[in-house]
């Protein structure tokens, strides 16, 4: 469960403050879905890092499974972060000059975990995104919507509890993308892990449980689909 | 973040960017070639000149003298001295120039001899004989010394006693033996050649000549001096080897008691008759540095001036040493130009993978360990640079070292360039620090990044 209690950001001092966010306030149930969708500027790229342990909050705390994230230390966050959180971005941000067993071997690497344990869990990921058979090819060479699957395989080998996904399919074309959300929802159901996606797409933000809608550091609406029971 | 795995990492990211990587190297290896092969060097002429010193002088051995010149390994002290009886003018071959001398004498030989740690002395015989000669073969001129145990010439033939050449031995350098007519070094053995010696002017003879000239008795010519012919047979052939000081090639030796002979027949009415410039002992058991150097102590309180082999290797390593710091100096320099490059290098790459760096901490990767990843990638660098040098160096020295042992005339074993494994890692290691710390600042920037602002980097 992801508590979010009355988060605020501000960015610059006295007269430059800006606000980026103000009294963000919801709860995220385990191994749910949730859309945080508004425009450019809405504050939910702000959202999302705070909600990741990237960034810290102004003021308010952020509770994941009972602990207070906000007040960790850079120690503790990285650790978090390592062992908790999966990211996905809309520009992939693959590592081209690496195959893609080393892309995936990363989040492994940062955790310590090594040898055969590592080899299968790196197969395994890149089996369920289907690219076991690219698992000595480059990164550079894979194509948008391969490189994108590439990341979701790394974003998912730590079996992490929750995983961010920032405008996943925003840079691939409608039938790439809509391959990539099957994928992101298949690994919500299977893996039970929550997944939170920042997007401004409506289509993409129905197709999730839970849809946060953010203007001006504000929430708006928060929509919930009937089927999920809170 | 294990540690193997960011030096695998960080060596997957240089090979990415193999132009730069290698010339980047490349700049440190020029640094690594000039320090090996000075090292190398070093290592060569320092073992020749053991080598050298190892042929030429006994380490039990020291020169005793009684003029603080004798002690002096620099320019003689030129300045005025006090009027000594036992002061004699004692002129450089050539040079033209002469330094007066304060002389060992019979009476000090006695009292060093009785000195409980000396084993034997030596008095140094300056004997210049006049010519050296064989039936039916020319007259040359010749330089005789007396033999010196400790000091063994190498030989072609012949062998040399433990101790002292007997009676009229001598050992005759390879270069007379065609000259006397010999038919090799072995036909010599055993056959007999006349050293011929003169006894300085005496006082009857010059002023009977200058009588003479004044009479018109001789309108040329020069006064009559005694000489002495002294057949010696010969024992042994010397050679003229790389690793004897120029002489010992070339002198006759005769024995101690021939030597001291012949001395004094040379010097008989002349101030340096019984005297000495400097007179060689042996101290008991004085291969140890340590009793040699107490031995060295009473000497010179008793008013002696001493030098002991050890003094003297000193001299010779200070020499090589100096010559060596010069050269490296050298490579020091071009190694801290490189620093410059690899600084440079550094900061390309950390901007280069900014995205990156930000993706790395994103994912929770520690900014120590992100520095690490740098700083491994400078230390790659820094191993690459020490071994293309080193393994240059090498070549280089395995190609040359034959062609340099001959153009030097070294004799066949003796290397000027003498590789050490163990010098080339701790330089490879040391150039490794050195990298590592030039990717220093680099590697901090990439640590202190904020992933949120690299990641956005376009």
Redesign the interface.
């Given at each position: 469960m992801i508590d979010v209690v009355e988060v605020g950001k501000v960015y610059g001092k006295k007269d430059q403050a800006f606000t980026a966010l103000a009294d963000v306030s919801f709860t995220v149930p385990d191994g749910a879905s949730v859309a945080i969708i508004g425009k450019s500027g809405s504050g939910k790229s702000t959202l999302m890092?705070i909600m990741s342990g990237?960034?810290h909050p102004t003021k308010g705390a952020i509770v994941v499974d009972s602990e207070d994230i906000s007040a960790l230390k850079?120690?503790a966050l990285?650790?978090?972060?390592?062992?908790k959180?999966g990211?996905i971005?809309q520009a992939f941000?693959v590592?081209a000059?690496?195959s893609c067993y080393?892309n995936v071997s990363?989040?492994l690497?940062?955790?310590?975990i090594?040898g055969n344990k590592r080899r299968t869990r790196i197969q395994a990921a890149l089996k369920q995104v289907e690219l076991a058979d690219k698992i000595d090819q480059k990164a550079k060479n894979l194509s948008g919507g391969q490189k994108q699957r590439l990341a979701i395989a790394r974003a998912i080998v730590n079996m992490p509890k929750i995983i961010f996904a920032d405008e996943p399919t925003g840079n691939l074309d409608s039938a790439t993308g809509e391959k990539i959300e099957k994928l992101l929802f298949d690994f919500n159901r299977k893996l039970g892990s929550t997944l939170v996606i920042v997007t401004h797409d409506d289509d993409l933000a129905a197709k999730c449980d839970m849809q946060i809608h953010m203007k001006d550091g504000r929430i708006t609406q928060i929509t919930k689909k009937k089927v999920v029971a809170s | 973040m294990r540690i193997t795995d960011t030096i695998a990492r960080a060596a997957r990211s240089l090979r990415q960017a193999k132009g730069r990587t290698i010339l980047t190297s490349l700049a440190i290896a020029v640094g690594a070639l000039t320090l090996t092969i000075t090292m190398a060097a070093g290592n060569g002429i320092r073992a020749y000149t053991d080598r050298l010193v190892a042929n030429n002088f006994d380490p039990s051995e020291s020169i005793v003298g009684r003029d603080k010149e004798i002690a002096n390994t620099g320019a003689p002290d030129g300045s005025p001295k006090e009027y000594d009886d036992s002061v004699t003018s004692l002129s450089f071959g050539g040079s033209g120039g002469s330094v007066q001398i304060k002389q060992v004498t019979d009476a000090d030989i006695l009292e060093i001899e009785k000195l409980p740690y000396v084993e034997s002395v030596r008095p140094n015989y300056q004997i210049s004989p006049r010519y050296v000669t064989r039936e039916g073969s020319k007259k040359y001129t010749l330089s005789l010394e007396a033999y010196n145990p400790g000091q063994k010439p190498e030989l072609v033939a012949g062998t040399l006693p433990a101790k002292d050449l007997a009676g009229d031995d001598v050992v005759l350098p390879e270069g007379y033996v065609s000259l006397l007519g010999f038919r090799d070094a072995k036909d010599a053995l055993g056959k007999t050649v006349t050293v011929t010696i003169q006894q300085p002017y005496s006082q009857e003879a010059l002023q009977e000549f200058v009588m003479k000239s004044l009479a018109g008795a001789v309108s040329e010519g020069q006064p009559i001096q005694n000489t002495e012919d002294i057949t010696l047979t010969i024992s042994a052939v010397s050679k003229k080897g790389a690793a004897s000081l120029s002489s010992a090639g070339l002198s006759l030796y005769v024995g101690s008691a021939k030597a001291k002979d012949m001395y004094d027949y040379t010097t008989k009415g002349t101030s340096q008759y019984g005297k000495y410039s400097y007179v060689s002992i042996r101290v008991k058991d004085g291969a140890d540095v340590t009793v040699a150097n107490r031995a060295k102590d009473d000497l010179q309180s008793r008013g002696y001036y001493v030098v002991t082999s050890q003094d003297i290797q000193k001299t010779i390593r200070q020499f090589v040493d100096i010559l060596q710091i010069l050269v490296a100096v050298f490579g020091v320099i071009t190694v801290i130009a490189s620093i410059f490059g690899i600084v440079n290098t550094m900061y390309i790459s950390v901007l280069e993978r900014t995205r990156e760096i930000g993706l790395m901490k994103a994912l929770g990767m520690r900014g120590r360990h992100v520095g690490w990843l740098f700083r491994i990638e400078a230390a790659w660098i820094g191993l690459l640079g020490g071994a293309i040098g080193s393994g240059l160096a090498l070549l280089i020295g395995t190609l040359i070292n034959p062609w340099l042992t001959k153009t030097l005339n070294l004799g066949s074993g003796n290397s000027i360039l003498i590789f050490d494994a163990w010098q080339i890692i701790g330089l490879i290691t040391a150039l490794i620090l050195v990298a590592i710390a030039a990717g220093w600042f680099p590697a901090r920037k990439a640590a202190r990044l904020d992933p949120i602002d690299a990641l956005r980097t376009e």
């Amino acid at each position: 469960m992801i508590d979010v209690v009355e988060v605020g950001k501000v960015y610059g001092k006295k007269d430059q403050a800006f606000t980026a966010l103000a009294d963000v306030s919801f709860t995220v149930p385990d191994g749910a879905s949730v859309a945080i969708i508004g425009k450019s500027g809405s504050g939910k790229s702000t959202l999302m890092h705070i909600m990741s342990g990237l960034d810290h909050p102004t003021k308010g705390a952020i509770v994941v499974d009972s602990e207070d994230i906000s007040a960790l230390k850079r120690k503790a966050l990285d650790r978090f972060r390592a062992e908790k959180i999966g990211f996905i971005f809309q520009a992939f941000f693959v590592q081209a000059n690496e195959s893609c067993y080393h892309n995936v071997s990363l989040p492994l690497e940062i955790a310590r975990i090594g040898g055969n344990k590592r080899r299968t869990r790196i197969q395994a990921a890149l089996k369920q995104v289907e690219l076991a058979d690219k698992i000595d090819q480059k990164a550079k060479n894979l194509s948008g919507g391969q490189k994108q699957r590439l990341a979701i395989a790394r974003a998912i080998v730590n079996m992490p509890k929750i995983i961010f996904a920032d405008e996943p399919t925003g840079n691939l074309d409608s039938a790439t993308g809509e391959k990539i959300e099957k994928l992101l929802f298949d690994f919500n159901r299977k893996l039970g892990s929550t997944l939170v996606i920042v997007t401004h797409d409506d289509d993409l933000a129905a197709k999730c449980d839970m849809q946060i809608h953010m203007k001006d550091g504000r929430i708006t609406q928060i929509t919930k689909k009937k089927v999920v029971a809170s | 973040m294990r540690i193997t795995d960011t030096i695998a990492r960080a060596a997957r990211s240089l090979r990415q960017a193999k132009g730069r990587t290698i010339l980047t190297s490349l700049a440190i290896a020029v640094g690594a070639l000039t320090l090996t092969i000075t090292m190398a060097a070093g290592n060569g002429i320092r073992a020749y000149t053991d080598r050298l010193v190892a042929n030429n002088f006994d380490p039990s051995e020291s020169i005793v003298g009684r003029d603080k010149e004798i002690a002096n390994t620099g320019a003689p002290d030129g300045s005025p001295k006090e009027y000594d009886d036992s002061v004699t003018s004692l002129s450089f071959g050539g040079s033209g120039g002469s330094v007066q001398i304060k002389q060992v004498t019979d009476a000090d030989i006695l009292e060093i001899e009785k000195l409980p740690y000396v084993e034997s002395v030596r008095p140094n015989y300056q004997i210049s004989p006049r010519y050296v000669t064989r039936e039916g073969s020319k007259k040359y001129t010749l330089s005789l010394e007396a033999y010196n145990p400790g000091q063994k010439p190498e030989l072609v033939a012949g062998t040399l006693p433990a101790k002292d050449l007997a009676g009229d031995d001598v050992v005759l350098p390879e270069g007379y033996v065609s000259l006397l007519g010999f038919r090799d070094a072995k036909d010599a053995l055993g056959k007999t050649v006349t050293v011929t010696i003169q006894q300085p002017y005496s006082q009857e003879a010059l002023q009977e000549f200058v009588m003479k000239s004044l009479a018109g008795a001789v309108s040329e010519g020069q006064p009559i001096q005694n000489t002495e012919d002294i057949t010696l047979t010969i024992s042994a052939v010397s050679k003229k080897g790389a690793a004897s000081l120029s002489s010992a090639g070339l002198s006759l030796y005769v024995g101690s008691a021939k030597a001291k002979d012949m001395y004094d027949y040379t010097t008989k009415g002349t101030s340096q008759y019984g005297k000495y410039s400097y007179v060689s002992i042996r101290v008991k058991d004085g291969a140890d540095v340590t009793v040699a150097n107490r031995a060295k102590d009473d000497l010179q309180s008793r008013g002696y001036y001493v030098v002991t082999s050890q003094d003297i290797q000193k001299t010779i390593r200070q020499f090589v040493d100096i010559l060596q710091i010069l050269v490296a100096v050298f490579g020091v320099i071009t190694v801290i130009a490189s620093i410059f490059g690899i600084v440079n290098t550094m900061y390309i790459s950390v901007l280069e993978r900014t995205r990156e760096i930000g993706l790395m901490k994103a994912l929770g990767m520690r900014g120590r360990h992100v520095g690490w990843l740098f700083r491994i990638e400078a230390a790659w660098i820094g191993l690459l640079g020490g071994a293309i040098g080193s393994g240059l160096a090498l070549l280089i020295g395995t190609l040359i070292n034959p062609w340099l042992t001959k153009t030097l005339n070294l004799g066949s074993g003796n290397s000027i360039l003498i590789f050490d494994a163990w010098q080339i890692i701790g330089l490879i290691t040391a150039l490794i620090l050195v990298a590592i710390a030039a990717g220093w600042f680099p590697a901090r920037k990439a640590a202190r990044l904020d992933p949120i602002d690299a990641l956005r980097t376009e």
